[in-house]
């Protein structure tokens, strides 16, 4: 639990950039005053910049929050705060250029816009080390210490507790180690006890109130690294890695220093708060211009299917989608009518199960494009993780099951980079990267990046 007075000086820093950014608007106004006569043109009245407040003033700290100002840091040095606050200055002044350019009626001076950039750079500097210095001193008190769990007993681990110790103004107390080789009899590292094994992560982290963990073990395998990742986001707990152990997981995530030692900074990645609706405007709009454009190639291919081997030309397969929900996936039918709906897929070009037109249609990823129609519906994307038969989801370890956070997709990672030519763990790494990193942008190169590997025909079979 948060102690009351770090969201007090939150509050308290909110304020004050408050009144710092009206300074800096309004002492521009009065630069720009006082060179009235060297420029030889007057400023509008001051008057007019003093209602405008409110609209400088909230986007100017929203952009700052934004960007993580107001939020706590532990390990973010002096120079990285201030790194921060320059990239939300810059986003401020664009956001106050674009209102004085679309409300023109505002009539705010060019340089009266640009001084009040540079003054509030100034001012919120001054700002950010003020209470930058004010938290490390409450952390450095020990009023404030965010109680850690470690797993790892070892020389990493050791190492990891004596850079904790010697920067107390981080603000971390350890409150014991974890370690599957330590027995019931295990010693103390480094003052600090040894409580169990990995499998009393989820047991001593409640009862001991742990907010982070930190993993300083590098013999850990990457399925019990995820299932730490996991038992993690479950309690709501940050995980941290002493050195990139996961190159999968660490893609796109915060290294963060303690002295010269580096961690990284593992668990739940949430996409922008509008990305759900933008993907799902941008599923139902490639989904209708597909259809439309691939319109007669769908018919040819049912007609041809048809001609060319007794059945029906598309086939239905259940699958599992989004939060374990079962659906119909559609395909054009490539192999005998008679083979079984669950059987494995082919692994090579010339299995006698596919016919020799459906051979043709897999090589050219056609016989997947009727799965527009579950675009459509809501049931798959065209970009996420390919959608399996429950039979394999059935089988699914609980880290696994973490595909099914985000919809299906007609195409994706494994299908541009490996398809089916890698093994089925390295499949799986790529669509947690997905997961973890997507974005309309990642969609949009995805599936540009799809028409290159179905050209190229590697792995499909």
């Not at 509008?44 to 003033?57: C, D, I, Q, S």
Request: some cysteine; proline content about 6%.
């Amino acid at each position: 639990m948060r102690t009351p007075g770090l969201p007090f000086l939150r509050r308290l820093h909110v304020a004050t950039d408050c009144a710092l950014v009206s300074l800096g608007w309004l002492g521009a106004w009065a630069i720009r005053f006082a060179f009235d006569d060297a420029i030889g043109q007057r400023i509008n009245p001051f008057g007019r910049y003093v209602e405008a407040l409110p609209l400088v003033v909230v986007p100017w700290i929203a952009t700052c929050w934004i960007f993580g100002i107001y939020r706590a840091a532990r390990m973010r040095t002096l120079v990285d705060e201030l790194q921060t606050l320059l990239r939300g200055v810059a986003l401020g002044l664009l956001v106050v250029s674009a209102l004085s350019f679309f409300f023109r009626e505002l009539g705010f001076g060019r340089l009266v816009v640009v001084l009040s950039a540079a003054n509030n750079l100034l001012l919120q500097g001054v700002s950010r080390v003020a209470f930058y210095r004010a938290e490390r001193r409450m952390w450095r008190s020990g009023a404030h210490d965010v109680p850690v769990l470690v797993v790892g007993t070892g020389v990493a681990a050791i190492r990891l507790l004596q850079k904790l110790q010697d920067h107390p103004e981080i603000g971390y107390r350890v409150v014991g180690l974890l370690d599957d080789a330590a027995g019931p009899d295990a010693k103390d590292v480094a003052s600090h006890p040894v409580l169990g094994g990995l499998a009393d992560l989820r047991r001593i982290a409640q009862e001991r109130g742990v907010r982070e963990v930190f993993v300083a073990d590098p013999g850990l395998g990457h399925t019990r690294m995820l299932s730490l990742v996991l038992d993690c986001e479950d309690l709501g707990t940050e995980f941290r890695v002493v050195t990139n152990l996961f190159e999968v997981l660490t893609a796109g995530t915060q290294l963060d220093l303690v002295d010269d030692l580096p961690l990284v900074r593992l668990g739940r990645q949430r996409p922008h708060p509008l990305y759900d609706l933008g993907k799902r405007l941008f599923d139902v709009a490639g989904a209708l211009i597909g259809l439309g454009a691939l319109a007669p190639l769908l018919l040819f291919c049912a007609w041809r299917i048809r001609r060319t081997s007794p059945g029906p030309a598309l086939f239905a397969q259940e699958r599992v989608g989004r939060d374990g929900r079962r659906f119909r996936m559609w395909k054009f039918r490539t192999m005998l009518r008679d083979t079984p709906p669950a059987a494995v897929a082919p692994t090579s070009r010339h299995d006698p199960r596919v016919t020799a037109y459906g051979r043709w249609l897999r090589a050219a990823s056609i016989d997947e494009l009727p799965q527009l129609w579950n675009v459509l519906r809501g049931e798959m994307s065209l970009v996420g993780p390919r959608p399996e038969m429950p039979f394999i989801v059935a089988g699914y370890d609980e880290w696994q099951r973490r595909r099914l956070a985000v919809k299906p997709g007609i195409t994706g990672l494994w299908q541009i980079l490996g398809r089916k030519d890698l093994p089925m763990h390295q499949n799986l790494q790529y669509d947690f990267y997905y997961i973890r990193n997507r974005s309309l942008a990642l969609d949009a190169s995805i599936l540009l990046r799809t028409a290159g590997a179905v050209l190229s025909r590697r792995g499909a079979f």
